[in-house]
């Protein structure tokens, strides 16, 4: 089922918030959820990227997110330390990371933290021959 959406429209008080939209079809907090975005943030306007994150970012107790995309206006850098303070912001746990070109792009995952769901994936995290994304969090300092 598709159900359409203008991100843009994030930033207009009078028209329902993402969230809003996506319950209204069916989608439940309650339920582990994974939101991706792929490089849709460029083209969208700073306003309306605040508005999605505040919106999504504070959707459920079992919910994660992988972006592979900007996340300015709210982290203008590429460096770890600034991408886990943001996400911190709404109680999430950066699972993994890594940026490319400056910070124009990053590669995150990250979940609502205390959740089994996180417990569980930073504990793998360790445990595989491989990260999540292209580096691990751990080596993600090193790196930058």
């Known amino acids: 089922k598709k159900i359409g959406y203008n991100l843009n429209d994030a930033a207009d008080p009078s028209k329902p918030s993402l969230t809003q939209v996506l ?10 959820t994974l939101f991706v975005w792929e490089a849709v943030l460029f083209y969208v306007k700073p306003k309306a990227i605040q508005k999605i994150f505040d919106d999504v970012f504070s959707f459920g107790d079992v919910s994660s997110y992988c972006l592979v995309d900007s ?10 330390h600034e991408v886990r303070n943001f996400f911190d912001e709404y109680g999430l746990d ?4 890594n940026s490319r070109w400056g910070g124009a792009v990053h590669f995150v995952l990250a979940s609502r933290r205390e ?28 790196a930058q």
């Open 71 to 80: 996340l300015k206006p709210a982290v203008t850098t590429s460096f770890l």
């Open 23 to 32: 319950t209204d079809q069916g989608l439940r907090s309650d339920v582990p």
């Open 115 to 142: 959740s089994s769901l996180t417990k569980r994936m930073l504990e793998e995290r360790n445990d595989l021959p491989f990260s999540y994304l292209a580096t691990s969090v751990d080596k993600g300092i090193e």
């Open 94 to 97: 950066v699972v993994d990371h």
